[in-house]
T-cell receptor
Framework: NAGVTQTPKFRVLKTGQSMTLLCAQD?????MYWYRQDPGMGLRLIHY???????AKGEVPDGYNVSRLKKQNFLLGLESAAPSQTSVYFC??????????????FGEGSWLTVV | DQQVKQNSPSLSVQEGRISILNCDYT??????FLWYKKYPAEGPTFLIS?????DKNEDGRFTVFLNKSAKHLSLHIVPSQPGDSAVYFC????????????FGKGTKLSVIP
């Protein structure tokens, strides 16, 4: 089972460059999320989507944009990368409801360094 | 305003002993509680959960305890094994099928052989 797949796994960007992180899930989940993890800060929600064609802001959305054109994909874009965006990014997904409806499944992470 | 506090950034335990990880929360609307485990260079993985109608849930060596009156969640691992060394996050959800979880900052557990 592939589960949640993120690409790329590692990337180094120069300040001001743009890039897109791709997340794909094969579990037919309705909800998808982008988190970032920084030392001592835990997991912070950047943006999320409750279904195809919908997106919403999370706790730390500034400097990021997202799109959910297909149910299985959730893209995270950095329009003009800044050193403060150096972090580990995790994509996650969750089915809408049910017995385990509150369990979120994570990808393996994307390590981004902005120099 | 922190809704979740995971106050111990690290914990060291001898192999075979009990590991106890703790979280406190303030949001009374939370009704679903989870623990995630994260190894370096990997994504967090779901470990165990409990709903607000229970005060204990057990899965092998892992037991989660919920004290609703004290708004306190804990994870017990017994006996602890070196492979349990990881970062553990508590997570909280509210509402049936709710779409967001609020995570603690994590506790790094080191199990010493």
């Amino acid at each position: 089972n592939a589960g949640v797949t993120q690409t790329p796994k590692f990337r180094v960007l120069k300040t001001g460059q743009s890039m897109t992180l791709l997340c794909a899930q094969d579990m037919n989940h309705e909800y998808m999320y982008w988190y970032r993890q920084d030392p001592g800060m835990g997991l912070r929600l950047i943006h999320y989507s409750v279904g195809e064609g919908t997106t919403a802001k999370g706790e730390v959305p500034d400097g990021y944009n997202v799109s959910r054109l297909k149910k299985q994909n959730f893209l995270l874009g950095l329009e003009s990368a800044a050193p403060s965006q150096t972090s580990v990014y995790f994509c996650a997904s969750k089915r809408q409801a049910g017995k385990s409806g509150n369990t979120i499944y994570f990808g393996e992470g994307s390590w981004l360094t902005v120099v | 305003d922190q809704q979740v506090k995971q106050n111990s950034p690290s914990l060291s335990v001898q192999e075979g002993r009990i590991s106890i990880l703790n979280c406190d929360y303030t949001n009374s609307m939370f009704d679903y509680f989870l623990w995630y485990k994260k190894y370096p260079a990997e994504g967090p993985t779901f470990l165990i959960s409990i709903s607000s109608i229970k005060d204990k849930n057990e899965d092998g060596r892992f037991t989660v305890f919920l004290n609703k009156s004290a708004k306190h969640l804990s994870l017990h691992i017994v006996p602890s094994q070196p492979g349990d060394s990881a970062v553990y996050f508590c997570a909280f959800g509210s509402g049936a099928g709710s779409y967001q979880l609020t995570f603690g900052k994590g506790t790094k557990l080191s199990v010493i052989p």
